[in-house]
Every structure is written in C-alpha cells, then in structure tokens.
C-alpha cells in the first residue's frame, strides 16, 4: 500500500510509525513544510527559559530513525504544490507521488493579526523557537501578548531570568478556568510577577532602534520582543482545496478519523475532536491527542478497526512552581449546554499536616442526573498532575461521585493526606446529592 501523510508533527509521524509497524512492506511517505519532525512542541517554554541550551533536546528521534530504520521516506521544507485524488497524487517540486490513502496531518498556526505580524514573534515549532531564542539572549524586556495556555506559562518561566509583561484580554488568566479558582489563580501569581495588564488589548506595535514600542488600551511601554501567543488556526487549506467537509475550518472525521472523502484520514490540531462529556465536536489542540489520533490511523489505513474515543481536553501546565490544570467542561459550558449540575471547591493539604504540605485548590463538577463527574480544575504545587489526570480518569470511565469517594487511592503522608483533596471533593459532592 502507498501511504501520504502530510504533516511531521506528533500526529503524521505517529501515523507513518505506525503504519510501518502494522507492515513492512507499506511505502510510506511523509511531507513536513519545516525542517524539523517529531519535536516537543511542549517542551519549547523550558529551552526558551534555559531549563537547557540544546534544541535538538526537543526532538522525540533523530531523523534517520524514521528514515533508516523505520524505513519512512521523508521530505523536509517541503510544501505540497497540489493533490489529485481522483488520480491520487500529490505534487512536489512537479513531481507526482501516488497513494492509495491520504493523511492530513498540517497542524495549526498562530493567530496573529497583519498589522503586527512583522514586528512580533510566534511560536508553533523549533524553528519559531530557535529565532525567539536568538532574540531573548539580547532582550531585557519581553512582551507576551496572551494569557492562555503558552502565554501563561511563558510569562511564568521566562519571569525566571527576564522583566516580563503579560497582555491578556481576558479578566484573568487561562479563561477556561471558572472565576472563583481563576481568582485564586490570579492572587498566587500577582505574588511572583505582577506585571499584567487584564482586560488590555494591543493597538499599535512600532519598531524603533531595535526595541520595540508597545502600545495597548492601558498605554505604552517599551519592550525588547514581542511574542504573541493569542491562539492558533487550523491549516487547512489543502482540506478546502479537497472539497473535505469541514467546521469552523476544522476537518470534520468519523470514530476512524475518516474526512468526507474516504480514502483521506485526518488527525491533529487541524481536526475537530469528539467531546467524550457532551458528545459535540469541539477543538482540542493537544500533543496527547494528535499522538493517539495519529497512532488510531495508522491501525485504520489498512481497514477500519479501532474507534478514536475523543478527548475530554485535559491541560496542565507549570505556573510558577504551581501545577494547574483542568480537564472536561467548565461551568460557562455546562450552563451554555443547560446542564443541572453541582459544584464543589476544595481548599486542602496536599500531605499530612505534619509534613506541613501546600495548599491545593481543587474544583469538581457534577451531573445531578448521574452523579457523574464533568470537569474539574486545579491548583497544586506538589501533585496537581496525578490528581488532575486521576479525575480525568474517573470522567471517561464514567465514574460517579460514589465511585470517586471509594476509589483505593494509595495513600502515603509525603505524598497526599490520607483524606486526599480528591476524596475530600468527592464526599462533599455527596453531601450535596
């Protein structure tokens, strides 16, 4: 079988992995438009911010392990001039190359409006990282232009060695949270770096003797870079140029990750997601996901057998030494949805009091129809990780609050109190049923 897949990132290369696992004897071709395939895309705040100096660190494998020992064939700067799927061919360099199946991995891009964008930096891949890089070791003073996942975490680790303003848009940071821990979160952070401008948007950015003039709804201030990190797009032009049935200019697919268009597979951040509690397609931009949808397709080229589930979203980052993070639907959503649910908010110890742990903020919501949990958010500087993914857990396995209170954590004092912050959320909510 002759296999394209456009893309490189974590969802193409686990396609093309894949598929080569599920036979050898497949030709598998891959079309990446940077230099670069298989990175951490996450792991670029911590090279930025000099957790280590290495970017070729950020690379999951070399090269020449796709190409010598997976026997992938890949093409890097390589940008795809046209698709035939009637002849099944894309074009390259006037070239044809055939298939009998297609996957669109192409990833998303940075939003960033034209007015600025050549006087601002975006980062989606090592090459974005490398530049930024470059620029940070002659800058004092940086700019982040929103506060979401990368631009919070951005503010957060670059704050470490650099005088950092944050732009945010939004009343708070990361806007998925609900207000009463977003508020919480707020606080924890004006202790650490209170240089934030809330509801402030950018008007003007000029350069002017290599730095750069900042101006906002707030007012102005001069800065050495400008990174914007306001969101990213789905690429998918190709898709459209495919006559691919799309929404919001996200690709739509089946439980196989099948577009409109049979032979045509799609996964990643160009993709639109299955949310495992609503049942909707919504947007989930996440290396987890891309993985295993790429992963799922590489099963299904060869006849459909095993179903993508879809995604509940679940996010964690590093703010400030704390772990935050959510997973599942916020309150905004599940009134948007007309759920009847109840809440619980948990302040706690993340060990025995003897041990004298930190606090740990925890949010469940539940379905008053089911006792089953929906979503939960966190704030924790010692295992918010573990605690946040144990929920998520109980979410897809659909576990009710019942379920959640009796689950047999295991329970050390360095570790967690034995009434865990998780168990103590869980009896609460019953209480309220």
């Known amino acids: 079988m002759k296999i394209i897949i456009i893309g490189g990132g974590a969802a193409g290369m686990s396609a093309a ?12 071709t891959v079309f990446e438009k940077t230099n670069y395939v298989s990175y ?27 190409t010598e020992k997976r026997k992938i064939n890949v093409f890097l700067n390589a940008n795809i001039e046209y698709i035939n799927n009637d002849e099944k061919y894309v074009l390259y360099k006037n070239k044809k190359y055939y298939y009998d199946k297609l996957v669109l991995a192409t990833g998303a891009g940075p939003k960033v409006p034209d007015n600025f964008v050549n006087n601002v930096y975006s980062i989606r891949n090592i090459e974005d990282a490398i530049n930024v890089n470059k620029k940070l070791k002659k800058s004092k003073d940086v700019t982040i232009i929103g506060a979401g996942v990368l631009g919070t975490e951005l503010f957060s680790l670059l704050s470490r060695k650099y005088n950092v303003k944050l732009i945010s848009k939004h009343e708070r940071l990361l806007p998925h949270m609900d207000d009463d821990i977003g508020n919480v979160l707020n606080d924890l952070v004006r202790k650490h770096n209170s240089n934030i401008e809330y509801n402030s948007l950018p008007v003007n950015i000029d350069k002017s003797n290599d730095k750069y003039v900042v101006e906002t709804t707030e007012g102005k201030h001069n800065s050495d870079l400008v990174i914007f990190s306001a969101g990213i797009h789905p690429e998918n032009k190709i898709a459209d140029a495919l006559g691919i049935e799309t929404k919001n200019n996200l690709i739509k697919v089946n439980d196989y990750l099948q577009t409109s268009i049979e032979n045509i597979y799609a996964a990643g951040d160009n993709v639109a997601s ?24 590489g099963i299904n080229l060869y006849g459909n057998k095993r179903k993508f589930p879809g995604s509940l979203g679940t996010t964690i980052i590093n703010v400030f030494g704390y772990q935050v993070g959510y997973t599942g639907i916020n309150e905004k959503k599940a009134r948007e949805l007309n759920y009847d649910y109840n809440k619980v908010f948990v302040k706690a110890k993340s060990k025995s009091n003897y041990l004298n742990g930190n606090d740990v903020y925890l949010k469940i919501l539940i379905n008053k129809k089911n006792d089953n949990i929906i979503g ?17 857990t109980a979410i897809q396995g659909k576990l ?13 004092p360095e570790y967690g109190p034995v009434w865990d912050p998780i168990i103590i959320g869980a009896s609460l909510g019953l209480d309220k049923s």
Request: glycine share 6%; with cysteine.
């Open 40 to 66: 951490a895309e996450c792991g670029i705040p911590y090279y930025l911010s000099n957790y280590f100096d290495d970017y070729n660190k950020l690379l999951h494998y070399p090269l020449s392990e796709f």
């Open 400 to 412: 009710t609050l019942y379920d959640l209170f009796y689950d047999d954590l295991g329970y050390e």
């Open 17 to 28: 992995s894949k598929a080569k696992r599920m036979d050898q004897s497949s030709d598998v």
């Open 376 to 392: 939960a958010q966190i704030i924790d500087q010692d295992s918010g990780a573990w605690r946040l993914n144990s929920i998520a």
């Open 274 to 297: 299955k949310n495992i509690i609503t049942g909707d397609y919504d947007y989930f931009p996440l290396a987890q996901i891309a993985n295993k949808m790429g992963r799922t397709i």
